[in-house]
């Protein structure tokens, strides 16, 4: 697995993630379960946030229709290439089907991260 981009951005802790671009070279499904693998990455390398970057803006439904799954397993962002070229990090991606409202990119990447980092924490007994 080799992602298109790897970036991370620094706070008050240091977020990194992973970035996939759509190309539509290959069927929404073989797409689907590469973006899986990212999930032994995600336990590997400190990524906490995989983002789908659609080349047109009207591929952005369809990857979060045919992705839906993918997303319940993965932290998986979708942004259209305009979007992204045009505010960054401020971007506003498609949200996840559970999520309520929106956020930009920046703002779910700190979701994320602590969310992966909360989930690593031991319990009282010491196992994560």
């Known amino acids: 697995m080799i992602p298109d981009a790897v970036f991370s951005v620094r706070n008050a802790y240091t977020a990194q993630a992973a970035l996939e671009f759509d190309r539509k070279t290959e069927t929404l499904g073989v797409f689907a379960q ?3 693998q990212y999930r032994l990455l995600l336990h590997r390398h400190p990524l906490s946030t995989i983002i789908v970057v659609a080349e047109k ?3 952005v439904e369809r ?5 839906e799954q993918v997303g319940s397993r993965i932290p998986l962002l979708i942004v259209a290439l305009q979007e992204l070229k045009a505010r960054g990090l401020l971007a506003t ?8 409202g929106t956020r930009t990119i920046y703002e779910q990447l700190e979701i994320d991260l602590a969310r992966l980092q909360s989930e690593e924490q031991p319990d009282k007994d010491g196992y994560p």
């Open 34 to 36: 590469k973006l899986l």
């Open 93 to 100: 991606p498609q949200p996840r089907s559970h999520m309520v």
């Open 57 to 59: 803006a009207k591929d």
């Open 63 to 67: 990857l979060q229709q045919g992705l």
